[in-house]
Nanobody, 116 residues
Framework: QVQLVESGGGLVQPGGSLRLSCAASGFSLSLYDVGWFRQAPGKEREGISCLSSSDNSVYYSDSVKGRFTISRNNAKNTLDLQMNNLKPEDTAVYYC?????????WGKGTQVSVSS
């Protein structure tokens, strides 16, 4: 059974850092393209970063490029997102995602709040 569980969210001041982690079970993260999405109140869910399984190429949205870093720990089967220089507009629920064959799988999300 495919499961994704996000952790690491919290409240942080502007300019601060957080590291999110997504623990995967029921499949190997290394075999599939994986990514992080976020959804702010009143807004649509947006993709902010993804990591290719074939060549380890990465994608970052313009809104997080240069501040966020995606990585995969194959030994732990986790997907991480290091977030630096956080801004109030980064406040959202963050979700990890994997697409296996025709199905999209999501975790329940972790809340990130950036406020002074």
């Amino acid at each position: 059974q495919v499961q994704l569980v996000e952790s690491g969210g919290g409240l942080v001041q502007p300019g601060g850092s957080l590291r999110l982690s997504c623990a995967a079970s029921g499949f190997s993260l290394s075999l599939y393209d994986v990514g992080w999405f976020r959804q702010a109140p009143g807004k649509e869910r947006e993709g902010i970063s993804c990591l290719s399984s074939s060549d380890n190429s990465v994608y970052y949205s313009d809104s997080v490029k240069g501040r966020f870093t995606i990585s995969r720990n194959n030994a732990k089967n986790t997907l991480d997102l290091q977030m630096n220089n956080l801004k109030p507009e980064d406040t959202a629920v963050y979700y990890c995602n994997v697409r296996i064959n025709q199905d999209n799988y999501w975790g329940k999300g972790t809340q990130v709040s950036v406020s002074s």
